[in-house]
C-alpha cells in the first residue's frame, strides 16, 4: 500500500532534549516537505527536499534541522525543543510539486513542557 | 506575497443541504489550485485540483470546485452535504515547484 509514515504519533517531551520524527514513504517520491499546523494558521512549511541531499528552508525554519540521505526518508530533527514548537507536524511526499497531489503521514501530535 | 485564503472559520449546514466551502487566491502568476480534506486524527487527503481548462472540476467523494479567474476564487462545493463530510478543509496553491501555499483551514459541521 503507498503510504507516508510518520512516527511516533504522539510524544510530550521537555524543553532542550533533542528528539527526531520520522518520515518514509515507499512512492519513489523525489519531493518530500515538513509542515507544521497551528489553530488558525494552517498549514506552514518548515523545509522541503527535492532529491536526496537538495534540501531547502520553508516558511518557519527556525529551530528545526532535516536531512535527505536516501529517498525514501526525511526525518525532522529538534536540537532543542521549546514550547513554541508545541505543535502537529505532518511529513509529505510528491513527484515533484507544482500540480502533482501531495501524499500526506497521519501527523505527529508533539508537546514540549 | 502569494498567499491563500479561506474567509470563514466554519461552516454549518443540515444534512441534504448544498454546501460551500469558500477560497481566494493571490493574482500573482497562475497557481495551481488544491483542495484538501481532514479527518479527525488524520492526515490531509487531496480532494481535487484545478490545472487548467473547464473551470468546474470534479473530485473525490461527490465534492466539485469552481475556478473563477476575475475573483481569484477557488470554492469548493458539495450539492446534497452528508454527516460524513464534516471535516477541516484546506484550500492550497502551488506557484512554483517547491512550495504549496495553504489557506487556513475551515472546518465544516453537517447537522443530521
Known amino acids: 500500500e503507498a503510504q507516508v509514515t510518520q512516527n511516533p504519533r504522539y510524544l510530550i517531551t521537555v524543553t532542550g532534549k533533542k528528539l527526531t520524527v520520522t518520515c518514509s514513504q515507499n512512492?519513489?517520491?523525489?519531493?518530500m516537505s515538513w509542515y507544521r499546523q497551528d489553530p488558525g494558521l494552517g498549514l506552514r512549511q518548515i523545509y522541503y527536499?527535492?532529491?536526496?541531499?537538495?534540501?531547502d528552508k520553508g516558511d518557519v525554519p527556525e529551530g528545526y534541522k532535516v536531512s535527505r540521505k536516501e529517498k525514501r526518508n526525511f526525518p525532522l530533527i529538534l536540537e532543542s525543543p521549546s514550547p513554541n514548537q508545541t505543535s502537529l507536524y505532518f511529513c509529505?511526499?510528491?513527484f515533484g510539486l507544482g500540480k502533482n497531489i501531495q501524499y500526506f503521514g497521519a501527523g505527529t501530535r508533539l508537546s514540549v513542557l | 506575497a502569494q498567499s491563500v485564503a479561506q474567509p470563514e472559520d466554519q461552516v454549518n449546514v443540515a444534512e441534504g443541504n448544498p454546501l460551500t466551502v469558500k477560497c481566494t487566491y493571490s493574482?500573482?502568476?497562475?497557481?495551481?489550485l488544491f483542495w484538501y480534506v481532514q479527518y479527525p486524527n488524520r492526515g490531509l487527503q487531496f480532494l481535487l485540483k484545478?490545472?487548467?481548462?473547464?473551470?468546474l472540476v470534479k473530485g473525490s467523494y461527490g465534492f466539485e470546485a469552481e475556478f473563477n479567474k476575475s475573483q481569484t476564487s477557488f470554492h469548493l462545493k458539495k450539492p446534497s452535504a452528508l454527516v460524513s463530510d464534516s471535516a477541516l478543509y484546506f484550500c492550497?496553491?502551488?506557484?512554483?515547484?517547491?512550495?504549496?501555499?495553504f489557506g487556513a483551514g475551515t472546518t465544516v459541521t453537517v447537522r443530521a
Open positions: 484545478y490545472i487548467t481548462g473547464d473551470n
Open positions: 509529505a511526499s510528491s
Open positions: 512512492m519513489n517520491h523525489e519531493y
Open positions: 527536499s527535492m532529491n536526496v541531499e537538495v534540501t
Open positions: 492550497a496553491a502551488s506557484y512554483n515547484d517547491y512550495k504549496l501555499s
Open positions: 493574482v500573482s502568476g497562475n497557481p495551481y
